[in-house]
Structures are given as structure tokens and as C-alpha cells.
């Protein structure tokens, strides 16, 4: 099959073939964060879910370059054209300058994406690195007439543009129902319409992040940097452009509005889109205050989970749904991905004692394809593992002799449960016997030591155990069937 991956296009509402623009390059442009806070778990989901089809389209052969933006400017308070920038605001709070803000969590966002075995993009530009650039775009949609000055901002005129493009086709929303949808909000004055988004604002006083321009001084609009960063590294027209599902209005209406102005070409063949992890049903959000850091998941010091939980087996909970479905976020969850991830790396380490055999009874030829149908299906990571679980079934019978594996079929075996387990989904094998595992050990037999305690009635004993482990900074949480612990 020439092209065979498959992949769920926003834009289109379609399932369609990949073909890249320039096989076997391709270029994949997707939103990185705003810095101004540590990266919680629903944004690690986003970045996590392309890393998997990064990694999966690097697996196929295609030579892609990733750019993943650092937004540390422009994008205000509310996602809108008023208020204060999120990043200004933060360093105010804080008493510091904005760079420092943006390098700690920037530097924050890159400890968190290595720690879930996430590769670094190709490219990682900055908004405030590519000012000069997004003066230059406006320029370009100012001389198209699709962009009005008002004292010293500069708007885009999203109505003119609708008279021979459509803005909204991506989110499928039509310009008469946001009209009647848009509140009056502060600032909008300037605007011909309520719908026209900031492209440069002139800066008031306390605005402190600030650059000179042709029109005032000020800053760019939060959406024009992934229009100018994305078409200088990847050309005016490239293959996918992702983000979580979110972003789809108005942030990446408004991008494609402003290269379809400034370059006169569709700027994205493939625009893809992630669902949201949610907590408690709720989406995580850094707006409401629903979130749960990476930090707290792996030391377990949160009032949600028993205990801490591995990046990898959170990458595993994380892979086990579809990137377009939503996910919520459980304890339940968490443990029984926990079990399943340590299933599938025993599975993987069985392989090797298995003695083999003239004739396999499992055809593993078809079992590898179906590996490669489920990814080739719109990344389906949960049929994905399913299959792997098969495998691993087949090499537990090989194992207890109710099967059989030739020599070259457990080679095959080897070579493919690794390449999806490691190379694809990007999983770990956590080095067994490290020593954080001999101290959980350790931790586990003295909880097992204090049950007992506790069911003869010694409770000096019982509390001894846990105010000695307190002390030494471990601390136990009786849960309503078991207890868990956290290591600070
Ligand atoms: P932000 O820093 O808020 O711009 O978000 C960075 C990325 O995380 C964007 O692509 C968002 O769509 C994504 N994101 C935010 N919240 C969630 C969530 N609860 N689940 C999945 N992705 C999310
Ligand atoms: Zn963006």
C-alpha cells in the first residue's frame, strides 16, 4: 500500500489518506504551551498524544520536522484582546521579570516532557524571537486590505475576509451565530467588529512587554505567532498542524484566516485535534484550578490517587484511549494501567526464555499487521495495545507450553513488540531493582508489618512504624481498602 496511514482531518470532518506535500518529508507545526505556570497533566496529554504520532510517522520512514512554539508573549488574560498579558502578570505577582517567568517554566515544561520519554521537537520557536517577522505578516495583511489601524492597534477585518474566504470553516461555526454569540468586552471599542481579533496592540502604560512598531509601541496578537513561526519553518503550505481541541476556535480559525490573508494559500493540509483530559469529569484546566501536577502524580502527594504513579505508566493510562477521545483521570485507572503496563513488560522479558519450536501456532505474521493496521487507522493506540496483549498472551502459552514459537517468530515477536512498546509509544522499561523500587519494597513490608500490628491491637507498634516513616519524610495514607504511601 502506497500511502496506508489514514488520519481524522478536522478541517475536512474526514478520514483520509496521508500523502504529505514533499514525501518524504513532512512538516507538523503544533501549539506549545503559554510559560507562565507548570505544565499540568491535561496539557502533558496534548504534548504526550503527538509525540506518539511524531514518533509513529518517524517509525514509517518519513523524515518530519516538528516545531513546537514557546508562547511567552502575547497571549492575554481569557484568551482575548484585553486584560493583561499571562506572562506580565505572573511576573508581577511575583516580583520578577518576565524572561525569568518564561525560562523557569519553560525549562519546568522540558524536565516534564523528558520525563515522559516525550523527544524534543525539531524546531522549538519563541514569539517574542520572531517579532520582526510578525510585524512583517501584518504588513502583508494590512497591504491586502484585510487589516484596519486604530490608534496605534491593528485589528484583522474578519468580515471582509468572509466576502471570498470562510472564517469558521474549521470549527464549523458561520460568522451571523458568533456575531450574535459575542459579549461586549472591554476594548472591543476600536473594533469595526466584535468578531476582528488584535494582530498588534498598542501597549498601555503598565504593559511592560513591549516593542516598537510601525504602528505604536506594543506587542503582537497571542495568534499570529504560530501563523509566522509555523509558515517560516515549515513553508507557507505544510502537512499537519495540531493542538488540543480547544484551540480550535478561535486560535486556529484566526491562524488560518491570517495566512490564508497574508500568503493567499491554505496553509494546512491536516489539522488534527486532541480531546481533553478531564478530572472528576471536569476538563483540567489551569483557568478553574482543576488540575494535577506531573510532580504530584509521581511522588503520589495529592489528595486524589493512594500513591504515586510512574511517567511511564502514565503514558501507558494516556496511550490506552484514543487522542481524540476524552480521558478521565482516576485512581482506578491509574492502578489498573499500572497492572497492564507491567503485563505487557513481562510479556516482553518472557520472550526471552521461551525455547522455540519447529511450527508456531500463532501466526504472527497477521498479529505484526494488525499491530500496523491499528496505527495506520488514525493512530488507534487502544487497538494498538490490545493487539501487543494478544502477543503477549500467545508468549505466556509458549511459555507454559500450551504453544508454540519457531525461532525466527519470537525474533519477529522481539523485534516488534519493541519497536511499538518503546519506539512508538514511547514507553520505558523501568530498570527493575532500582532503588526507588527496593525502598517502595521496603515501604510495602512495613505497611504489611503494621497491618499486622494493627490487627493484634499493638497499636504502639502500628504507630511507631508510621511516625518513624513520617519522619523520614515518607508518609502513609490509610485509604478505604489499603493503605498507600508518598516519598517526599
Ligand atoms: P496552554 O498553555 O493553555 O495554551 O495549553 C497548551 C496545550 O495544552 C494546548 O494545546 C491545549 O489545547 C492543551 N490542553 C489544555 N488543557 C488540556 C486538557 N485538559 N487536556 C488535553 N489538552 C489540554
Ligand atoms: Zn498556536
Known sequence: MEHPIKLYNTLTRQKEAFTPLNPPLVGMYVCGPTVYSNVHLGNCRTFISFDMIYRYLTHMGYKVRYVRNITDAGHLENDADSGEDKIAKKARLEQLEPMEIVQRYTLDFRNVMAQFNALPPSIEPTATGHIVEQIEMIEKILDEGLAYEVNGSVYFDVNKYNETDNYGKLSGRN?????????????????????????????????????PSPWSIGFPGWHLEC????????????????????????HHECEIAQCNAANKVEPVKYWMHTNMLTLNGKRMSKSTGNTLLPEELFTGDNDILDKGFSPTVVRFFMMQAHYASPLDFSNDALVAAEKGFNRLMEGITTLSVISPAKESTFDVNSWKESCYNAMNDDFNTPILIANLFEGIKAINSAKNDKASLTADDIELMRKTLTEFTFDVLGLKLETENSSSDKLNGVVEMLIA????????????????????????????????????????
Open 227 to 250: 501563523s509566522v513561526m509555523s509558515s517560516k519553518y515549515l513553508g507557507e503550505q505544510f502537512d499537519i498542524h495540531g493542538g488540543g481541541m480547544d484551540l480550535k476556535f478561535p
Open 175 to 211: 460568522i451571523e451565530e458568533l456575531i450574535s454569540g459575542t459579549r461586549d468586552l472591554d476594548g472591543q471599542g476600536e473594533k469595526r467588529s466584535p468578531l476582528d481579533f488584535a494582530l498588534w496592540k498598542k501597549a498601555s502604560p503598565e504593559h511592560i512587554m513591549r516593542w
Open 449 to 488: 508489618m503494621r497491618n499486622e500490628a494493627r490487627a493484634t491491637k499493638n497499636w504502639a507498634l502500628s504507630d511507631k512504624i508510621r511516625d518513624e516513616l513520617a519522619e523520614l519524610g515518607i508518609q502513609l495514607k490509610d485509604g478505604k481498602d489499603e493503605t498507600g504511601f508518598t516519598i517526599n
